[in-house]
């Protein structure tokens, strides 16, 4: 009987060390397939560079500051706008009045020239007057057409070959009248009734600044 036990156990241990030493058992699922990922794009990086060119300043002007410098207007028209016919041939024919501001330092006196490029026959002078006083920046209404004057002033020869102002008298269409004041830096060792090319030769040189009023007038 003990014999017969010892064997039914060797039979079992032959078995179970049969069974542990077999082939191993191949999965039949397969692995799930991992799908490769596209590289990473670096981030893009924003252009933060500062342009380099900066902004003019902005020059605020202060009251008054336009008013400066040396200007020729008048109080009956605006600059490029029709001449009152109060002040042409079709009127009264007395000068417009005229104030100016801000003469350079060192002004000895003034000569003004009044003239119309867009004649027909040429340039049309109406007004030569100079040696007006240094002191002086207006010019009255209806100024006075006397060769010599109280205070200095000299008129000179127009176009119509008469001493003092003459209006605006266009045959025809809109004419340009352009209103010159120069300051000089003397006084013109001059007589009265020169033309406007005399006077001009004469300032030659003696020029400190200009400065012009054009208006219209239309027939």
């Not at 342009?51 to 605020?60: D, G, N, W």
């Not at 330092?105 to 030569?128: Q, R």
């Not at 010599?148 to 020869?157: F, I, Q, T, Y």
Request: charge should be negative; hydrophobic fraction near 35%; glycine fraction near 8%.
């Amino acid at each position: 009987m003990k014999e017969l036990l010892v064997r039914f156990m060797l039979v079992i241990s032959l078995v179970a060390l049969s069974v542990g030493c077999g082939p191993e058992l191949t999965p039949t699922t397969s692995p799930p397939t991992t799908t490769p990922r596209p590289p990473t794009q670096p981030p893009a990086v924003e252009n933060t560079a500062v342009s380099t060119i900066e902004p003019k300043p902005t020059i605020e002007l202060e009251e008054g500051d336009l008013a400066m410098g040396f200007i020729l207007s008048s109080t009956v028209f605006a600059e490029g706008n029709p001449i009152p016919q109060k002040y042409s041939c079709d009127g009264d024919d007395i000068s417009p009045p005229m104030q100016w501001t801000d003469p350079p330092e060192g002004t000895m006196s003034f000569a003004l020239i009044a003239d119309d490029p867009d004649a027909p026959v040429g340039t049309w002078v109406h007004w030569v007057l100079y040696n007006l006083p240094a002191n002086i920046n207006s010019l009255p209404e209806a100024f006075p057409s006397d060769a010599d004057l109280a205070d200095g002033s000299k008129n000179g020869e127009n176009s119509w070959r008469r001493l003092g102002y003459g209006g605006p008298c266009p045959p025809s269409g809109t004419h340009r009248y352009f209103f010159k004041l120069y300051a000089l830096d003397l006084i013109l060792d001059m007589t009265a009734g020169a033309t406007k090319e005399q006077l001009l030769q004469a300032m030659e040189g003696h020029i400190l600044a200009e400065t012009e009023l054009m208006g219209t007038y239309t027939r």
